[in-house]
């Protein structure tokens, strides 16, 4: 920058209190695109329930169930069913709905367009051009108010969609009557809305050169000023071509036109007090001058004055297109990366330096960028949730709400995280049926049951807890994810409700139904040592005698018979009890040595099978991978 940022903020004040205002304007604007953010639309949500513009087409607004056509509509083209089949079976499939979408727009079907349109919209809403697709659909069949609908759908939707403002923006100026005099309002109160909610996108050009141009169209140069007065003080794309048209702009009109009349006396005052300053202190004042917006009948010094006026206002403008350069360099890498096998770690890597250098505002903006191109990836879903925390409880649970119901309906970090947060808001309720509903929608994740159950359990509903065990060992797809859940069910009755009875009979049931499994052996082991040893004896060895004699492979059942002598030698009270298996166990040996089949590693684990650390360490072989009952879902 030529200058700080303090003389920058004293030139700027020079322009008079119009810039203050507008700077006011900018303070606003934060507070306007949160809401428009946090209050997008949910898919569960009618349409119609929308909160109003302040707009005066407002109260022509359809309700959109006028809007929607009934599923039973028995008149819709003859190949509907097939291609409707594909998506209701299937939503996820995205070339099933663009083929629907395709044929009912080329069967110009309004009632099956509505009906098709409507329920892409539910699983997709941040397809832009077919939101344009539907409304200029509607707009064929003269339905200029449904169009409308259609397209303000689409913005409530997606807010950042600078091409969605445009195409709005030009069905305004086809559709209104210019000779209305309140259609003016109507569009510049519309270009209003779309530079406050996109206007910040490093893309947004487009947007305000079409609000320039059409202020310039009105003969409005005061309102052009104030305009770039907006933009140059934003980092988008083509920022330098933006202060060359202000240039222009400046150049090519007088700034008694271009200014209001507070920053024009502010203007001119400043220069007369410079050229007092340049003459010396004793120089008598210019008396012939003008202190307020009085014309100058003077030629000469007219156009003098406007010369040092154009040199001072752009003057004021560079400074501030200084700053903006130095902003855009600094983003200029992320927004030209390759959009390939880099885009995932670029926009990370762009996330954290606006969360570290930018605003809230542009923070919030380039997320809502974010999740458009990445909606399937819940990582970044995550980061916007986690990042609004330290801003706003409902945009948090906004954030989680559009990524769960709509983009990311099966994946199970992003509900688990989101029944976490609703947790620790004291929404209990809400944090059950977060689960429950993600569970039924996708079924067989032990993630998300044991989730459950260990909510229950924070909150002192043991009976709930224990029900949600006993309902997935009964449910259980195989033997093995029974057996997973029936340990959980087992330490769950040990460890909180004290009941070793309980526990030991479902493990037994367990290993009843899964007899090679020796993970269930072990932990009835476990929990039979936790208890009473001199009351246990018996059941421990029972446990002993039925993983050995059981259907265990032979390697198994030799670990459980070693260790079988281990507990007899540390915890056993008949000493009888000790020499039979001590005796196998020799014979054993013996008889694997004569045979040569015992290898030099088979006897390092027949020797540390009597090292009672091992034992006390409790290295169960195999542990639990719970891995393998998350299901995988695609991206």
């Known amino acids: 920058m030529q200058s700080s940022e303090k003389d920058e903020n004293s030139d700027l004040k020079s322009m008079g209190k119009a810039t203050e205002a507008k700077s ?58 097939k291609f409707w089949k594909v998506v209701e079976t299937n939503p996820q499939d995205f070339t099933g709905w663009v083929y629907l979408l395709q044929y009912v727009e080329q069967e110009n079907h309004l009632p099956a367009a509505r009906k098709a349109f409507d329920s892409f919209f539910s699983h997709y809403p941040y397809c832009y051009g077919y939101w344009k697709k539907y409304a200029d659909l509607e707009k064929r069949h003269n339905n200029m108010k449904q169009s409308d609908e259609v397209y303000r759908r689409g913005l409530q ?24 005099s309140e259609t003016v309002g109507t569009i510049r109160g519309t270009y209003e809305h779309a530079v406050l909610a996109a206007g910040t996108d490093f893309r947004s050009d487009k947007l305000w ?6 202020e310039n169209e009105q003969s409005n140069l005061k309102a052009v000023t104030a305009i770039f007065d907006r933009i140059l003080g934003i980092p988008t794309q083509l920022y330098s071509h933006h202060f060359q048209r202000f240039k222009e702009h400046v150049q090519n009109n007088v700034p008694r036109d271009l200014l209001t009349t507070e ?9 007369a007090s410079s050229a007092n300053s340049h003459n010396g202190e004793d120089a008598p004042p210019g008396d012939d ?35 903006n350069e130095h902003e855009v360099s600094k983003r200029w890498t992320f927004e030209e990366a390759p959009l390939e096998k880099t885009q995932l770690k670029n926009w990370k890597e ?29 990582e970044f879903w995550i980061k916007y949730a986690k990042y609004m925390e330290n801003h706003s409880i409902e945009g948090v649970r906004h954030v989680y709400s559009r990524a769960c119901t709509i983009h990311l309906s099966k ?46 359990r924070r909150h002192g509903n043991m009976e709930e807890a ?18 997973f859940f029936a340990v959980k069910l087992a330490r769950h009755l040990f460890k909180i409700q004290k009941s070793l009875t309980k526990a030991r009979e479902v493990l037994l049931d367990a290993i009843d139904r899964d007899r090679d499994n020796p993970k269930l052996y072990l932990n009835l082991l476990e929990i039979e040592y936790n208890g009473d040893l001199k009351q246990n004896e018996e059941n421990i060895i029972a446990c002993f005698d039925k993983a050995i004699s059981g259907a265990l492979a032979i390697k198994m059942r030799i670990i459980f018979s070693q260790r079988k002598v281990e507990f007899l030698e540390d915890f056993g009270l008949d000493v009888n009890k000790c020499e039979e298996p001590d005796e196998k166990r020799a014979h054993g040996d013996e008889a694997a040595l004569m045979s040569g089949q015992m290898t030099d590693g088979d006897m390092q684990a027949n020797q540390a099978a009597y090292n009672y650390n091992a034992w006390y360490q409790y290295n169960y072989p195999n542990a639990w991978n719970y891995g393998q009952y998350y299901q995988s879902s695609s991206t």
């Open 466 to 483: 224990e029900h949600l065990l006993q309902e997935a060992v009964k449910n259980a797809k195989s033997s093995y994810e029974g057996s």
């Open 157 to 180: 939707a997606i807010p950042l969609s600078v091409d969605l403002w445009i195409h709005y923006i030009n069905f305004l100026k086809e559709t209104l009557d210019s000779s209305d």
């Open 24 to 81: 006011e304007e900018l303070v606003d604007f934060s507070t306007e695109i949160m809401s428009v953010t946090e209050m997008e639309q949910s898919p569960d949500n009618s349409p119609g329930a929308n909160t109003q513009e302040d707009n005066t087409q407002d109260s022509e607004m359809p309700d959109s169930e006028t809007v929607k056509t009934a599923d039973s509509d028995p008149l819709f083209p003859p190949e509907f069913d």
């Open 350 to 378: 762009y996330l954290d330096f606006e969360i570290e250098n930018g605003t809230h505002e542009r923070v919030v903006v380039l997320f809502e960028r974010c999740v458009i191109s990445c909606a399937l990836y819940e």
């Open 263 to 271: 920053q024009f006396i502010q203007l001119r005052r400043e220069l």
């Open 411 to 456: 994946k199970p970090m992003v509900h688990l995280l989101w029944a976490a947060f609703e947790e620790q808001q004291g929404n209990i309720n809400e944090a059950r049926r977060i689960l429950k509903t993600f569970e039924e929608n996708v079924s067989g994740l032990a993630m998300i049951r044991l989730r459950r159950v260990s909510l229950e």
């Open 209 to 214: 050169e079409m609000y320039i141009n059409w």
């Open 289 to 323: 001058l003008p202190s307020g917006s009085e014309d100058i009948t003077d030629p000469a010094k007219l156009i003098t004055e406007i010369e040092n006026m154009r040199h001072r206002i752009i003057e004021i403008h560079q400074e501030m297109f200084n700053h």
